[in-house]
């Protein structure tokens, strides 16, 4: 199973980019995906997450600016940012549960994101 994210790049604040996580390879289903997010000098945080019902949740820092549309046919979770901000800076990694053989979490490479201001 592989997560292929994509889309990250300079960005100035107030953009709006989308960053598509499309995972591939022996899946027989995906319970849910999601992104988080790792900043300069910090750890890594959660930032949203959609289930395979499309129930979507999200970290507090993030709610109302971001969404995680899901596209089950395409086997595709999109982080659709809004109103950006150079605190949202960080290098953004996509992870979904999957099933295959068992039930197991894979994680994509990272994008890196970055706000100018």
């Known amino acids: 199973v592989q997560l292929q994210a994509s889309g990250g790049g300079l960005v100035q604040a107030g953009g709006s980019p989308r960053l598509p996580c499309a995972a591939s390879?022996?899946?027989?289903?995906?319970?849910?995906m999601g992104w988080y997010r790792q900043a300069p000098g910090k750890q890594r945080e959660w930032v949203a997450a959609?289930?395979?019902?499309?129930?979507?949740n999200y970290a507090d820092s993030v709610k109302g600016r971001f969404t995680i549309p899901g596209d089950n046919a395409k086997k595709t979770v999109y982080l659709q940012m809004n109103s950006l901000q150079p605190e949202d800076t960080a290098v953004y990694y996509c992870?979904?549960?999957?099933?295959?053989?068992?039930?197991?979490?894979?994680w994509g490479q990272g994008t890196q994101v970055t706000v100018s201001s």
């Open positions: 959609i289930t395979s019902g499309g129930r979507t």
């Open positions: 992870n979904a549960d999957i099933t295959n053989w068992g039930r197991n979490t894979y």
């Open positions: 390879g022996s899946i027989r289903g995906i319970n849910n």
